[in-house]
């Protein structure tokens, strides 16, 4: 079957390379692009909180635009996201300190802009979509942990329906429509789909955990 999030990476790829070239020629280094895909993914949640906000003061046509805009900064923070680890491999200065950097950003960016979509959403009186995005936090750190800990037991774990990839494209296009369209039912949605769906990946992984470790030690 074939791979769809390995065909987009390469178109996606063909389009970056001479911008990642450029960046390599400049000084930049694959540490430095993961601080500032953070950087914007920090200002994404500040363009929430500020949404929020103007929420609060009645202020909406200024908060839909704010929360537009926070979907196009979490896009393009996203895209930093993929030119590191490009840069990395295309200049020889993959590092073990870099992973861990890069996956420990990847970590801070989700929590700090979901923390600020729950903020928001509470803020405006949609209390159970605000659960519905502190959910979505949890299920999203746990997908994670699991291919850690998976990996850490020498056993690959990339399956499930909501990697990162994914979350950032729910999350950032459910901003958009939500600012253009001037209804939370979006965001809000996006953080329900979100919730149920990395949670649901979360328990996928640790079945998968459960057969893989069966099978190695000759139980299945």
């Not at 979360?202 to 069966?214: D, G």
């Amino acid at each position: 079957m074939m791979d769809y999030r390995s065909v987009i990476q390469k178109i996606i790829y063909v389009c970056i390379d001479p911008a990642i070239r450029g960046m390599a020629k400049v000084g930049l280094t694959p540490n430095m692009v993961t601080a500032l895909g953070f950087l914007g993914n920090v200002g994404a949640a500040w363009l929430f909180i500020e949404a929020s906000r103007n929420i609060t003061i009645g202020a909406t046509s200024a908060a839909f635009s704010l929360i537009a805009w926070a979907g196009v900064v979490i896009i393009a923070a996203g895209l930093f996201d993929m030119v590191d680890g490009r840069l990395a491999r295309l200049n020889n200065m993959a590092s073990p300190f870099g992973a861990l950097w890069d996956s420990t950003l990847d970590r801070y960016s989700e929590l700090v802009t979901l923390s600020a979509i729950c903020f928001l959403l509470l803020e405006a009186g949609w209390t159970g979509m605000g659960l519905a995005t502190l959910a979505a936090m949890v299920g999203s750190v746990m997908v994670s942990y699991v291919r850690a800990r998976a990996e850490g037991l020498g056993i690959e774990c990339k399956v499930g329906l909501m990697q990162r990839p994914e979350r950032v494209v729910v999350t950032a296009v459910a901003a958009i429509i939500t600012g253009l369209t001037g209804n939370l039912w979006w965001l809000s949605g996006g953080m329900a789909l979100t919730a149920v769906l990395t949670n649901l990946t979360a328990f996928w992984r640790i079945a998968h955990c459960y057969r893989e470790i069966n099978r190695r030690d000759g139980k299945g």
